[in-house]
């Protein structure tokens, strides 16, 4: 085993991205001499302002360098990962909705990329036990909970059958495999990292929290997918990466670990929680139709990882609170994040669902009464009709 000490050299992949950067910003402001080079092809969710903390700053900024490339060309990973110590591999397309629109690119990133890093990990490997490098690299393949499809009761552990629904989530089920299978088959330091759904500072506006968060901002609607009672076990950003650190300096080779939340949540929860704490009326909220094979509940056991000696240290509360505050003092970020292709992309996901929605989900006056408190609004049935006809 040759997990990475300080002063090591990381390729971090996808690093541009919301939990990557994180990654890279927490690392490098700990200032133990670790040197990070980001490979990140700058898709619609890469940002390169991201990193803006990092590069802003003399001492860190000597110790990082940016690639943009993409991780399935071979020409500009070998090169890379020939300098690393570890690879760690955050780049993915990630959004469940996008890859039920086209998952092509999801194959593309999620499998062939993922061939590539292991491709030339394994050439540095090879290259170790005959001198030609100081040790052999070690990956780590991030990936999520999400492989495990939806879990109607208990908790996945590790050794649980995969049964993604998605293609998201098939994509990054077919990416560990492969890691997984170049540990087993030609000695690579390979680890694993599963993580449940992760918010927080940075995180692009398509997904839910920040899509809610700054749509209530505009007061515009918020669409919520079918009864809004599917759960999502709630992982705050900074933990996600600090996980994810911890099982590179820790982990046992070929050893997956899940990474779960602090809040296993109702999305009806989470989103009466952000409108109390932005002052929003629960009337923004319209019940649309539902996401094709949307998964009910993601929740898993983290007994593994916390025998590593990792816990989380932010409750749900908080950071919901710390990511709306960073959403309110960055508008310019999250405004810029919406430009571009978003108007395409949001028509295609949510004209016709707001369309129809509105026909049918007007909610209550009583239920408005809500944004004030924690509660869902007990008179929207499941479903999303009001349970008594507003006059
Ligand atoms: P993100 O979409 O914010 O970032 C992905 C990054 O990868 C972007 O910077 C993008 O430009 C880059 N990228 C995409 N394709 C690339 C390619 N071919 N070559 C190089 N770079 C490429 O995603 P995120 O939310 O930060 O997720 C990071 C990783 O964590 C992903 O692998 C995702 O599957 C996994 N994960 C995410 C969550 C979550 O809730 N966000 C939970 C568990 C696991
Ligand atoms: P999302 O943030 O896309 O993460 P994931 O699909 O990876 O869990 O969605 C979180 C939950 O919120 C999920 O149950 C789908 C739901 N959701 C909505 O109800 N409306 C939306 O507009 C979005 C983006 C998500």
């Keep these: 085993m040759s997990a990475p000490g300080p002063a090591s050299r990381l390729l971090i992949t996808g690093g541009a991205g919301f939990i990557g950067s994180c990654y890279v910003r927490d690392v490098l402001a700990r200032r133990d001499g670790t040197r990070i080079t980001v490979l990140d092809k700058l898709t ?7 990193l803006a903390p990092v590069e802003a700053d003399s001492e860190q900024a000597a110790r ?19 300098e690393a110590d570890a690879v760690v591999n955050f780049a993915a397309e990630s959004h469940v909705d996008r890859s039920i629109l086209d998952p092509t690119a999801f194959l593309r990133t999620g499998v062939d990329g993922v061939h590539v890093l292991l491709e030339a990990v394994r050439r540095e490997t090879e290259r170790a036990p005959a001198g030609g490098r100081r040790a052999e690299p070690r990956f780590l393949q991030v990936s999520t909970d999400e492989v495990y499809g939806s879990v109607a009761a208990g908790f996945s552990r590790e050794g649980d059958p995969l049964a993604p629904r998605s293609p998201y989530a098939a994509a990054k089920a077919a990416g560990e495999l492969l890691a997984r299978s170049y540990h087993v088959t030609y000695g690579l330091d390979v680890v694993i990292t599963r993580g449940a759904n992760t918010y927080g500072p940075y995180h692009h506006p398509e997904k839910l929290i920040p899509l809610f968060v700054t749509n209530a901002l505009d007061d515009r609607a918020l669409p919520l997918y079918g009864d809004g009672m599917q759960v999502r076990d709630w992982l705050y950003v900074a933990d996600h990466a600090g ?20 809040a296993e949540l109702p999305n009806r929860d989470v989103v009466a929680q952000l409108l109390a704490r932005l002052g929003k009326p629960w009337s923004l909220v319209r019940f649309v139709e539902d996401r094709p094979g949307h998964d009910r509940r993601y929740a898993m056991d983290g007994a593994k990882l916390a025998s590593l000696g990792w816990t989380n240290q932010v409750a749900f509360a908080d950071g919901l609170a710390a990511t709306i505050d960073w959403f309110r003092a960055n508008e310019a970020w999250w405004r810029a ?5 978003w108007d395409a ?7 016709g669902r707001l369309a129809s929605a509105d026909a049918v989900a007007e909610v ?28």
């Design 64 to 82: 990082f360098s940016f690639v943009r490339g993409d991780i399935a060309d071979p020409e500009v990973v070998g090169p890379l990962v020939a």
């Design 345 to 351: 992309y949001y028509d295609r996901q949510y004209a």
């Design 364 to 391: 209550s006056p009583g239920a408005q009464a809500a944004a004030g408190a924690e509660a869902v609004p007990a008179d929207v049935a499941p479903g999303g009709q009001p349970a008594e006809t507003e006059a």
């Design 337 to 341: 994040a919406r430009s571009g292709e």
């Design 243 to 262: 996980a994810i650190d911890h099982v590179l300096r820790r982990g046992n080779a070929g050893e997956v670990y899940n990474v779960p939340g602090a």
């Design 44 to 50: 619609y969710a890469g940002n390169r302002a991201n």
